[in-house]
């Protein structure tokens, strides 16, 4: 069973520009998350998709925003990129919400923002 | 804001010897999980360890949680190099729905050879 693909892997974009990651979760699997993660505040989450659903949001600007397609893929679209957005951009799938179970992650995309 | 914290920071042993880190934590869990990170990668799970259980293994993994300190601890016994990375406590809290984790600060563990 193929794992959670994430694309890019890795990307570098200047102050003002938007991007777009993409996320593919384990096949069957429903909840698709993102979780942001920098040196200076670690893992935070970002939001969560169910059914085409946001069903949870982290503290983060509008400008993070996301959506997920019929077949669980999710896209996460950053607008008017600043210099801290950059970091690690992590997806994690599961079957089911619920938060009983694990997460699976993808490697992540590293955006870099000069 | 991180509501799970990890010591220490940084961990440097020797191979064979055994390793432990901490997690304490402020809420109430559903459940306490531990990933590990190698440098830049995604995060694999390790093992879950729910609220009414107090001690789990699984190979060289041993996890104990103590729900009245609010703290688990996850311990690796005869590490190898290839155990450098670093790790994560994680948990679902009654407050957050769905799948929703909240990370501890980690911690990084060299294992020398």
């Known amino acids: 069973k193929a794992g959670v693909t994430q694309t890019p892997r890795y990307l570098i974009k200047t102050r003002g520009q938007q991007v777009t990651l993409s996320c593919s979760p384990i096949s069957g699997h429903r909840s698709v998350s993102w ?41 996460m679209n950053v607008s008017t990129l600043e210099l801290g957005d950059s970091a690690l951009y992590l997806c994690a799938s599961s079957p089911t919400r619920g938060g009983t179970g694990e997460l699976f992650f993808g490697e992540g995309s590293r955006l870099t923002v000069l | 804001s991180q509501q799970g914290e990890e010591d220490p920071q940084a961990l440097s042993i020797q191979e064979g010897e055994n390793a432990t ?32 259980e107090r001690e789990k293994h699984s190979g060289r993994l041993r996890v104990t949680l103590d729900t009245s300190k609010k703290s688990s601890s996850l311990l690796i016994t005869a590490s190898r190099a290839a ?31």
Request: proline share 4%; aromatic share 16%; hydrophobic share 25%.
């Open chain 1, 35 to 75: 979780y942001q993660q920098t040196p200076g505040q670690g893992l935070q989450f970002l939001f969560e998709y169910f059914s085409e659903t946001q069903r949870n949001k982290g503290n983060f600007p509008g400008r993070f925003s996301g959506r997920q397609f019929s077949n669980s893929r999710s896209e």
């Open chain 2, 21 to 52: 880190m901490n997690c304490s934590y402020k809420t109430s869990i559903n459940n306490l999980q531990w990933y590990r990170q190698n440098s830049g990668r995604g995060l694999v799970h390790l093992i879950l360890i729910r609220s009414n």
């Open chain 2, 83 to 113: 155990d450098t990375a670093s790790y994560f406590c994680a948990f679902f809290t009654p407050e957050t729905s769905g799948s929703r984790l909240t990370f501890g600060e980690g911690t990084q563990l060299t294992v020398n050879p």
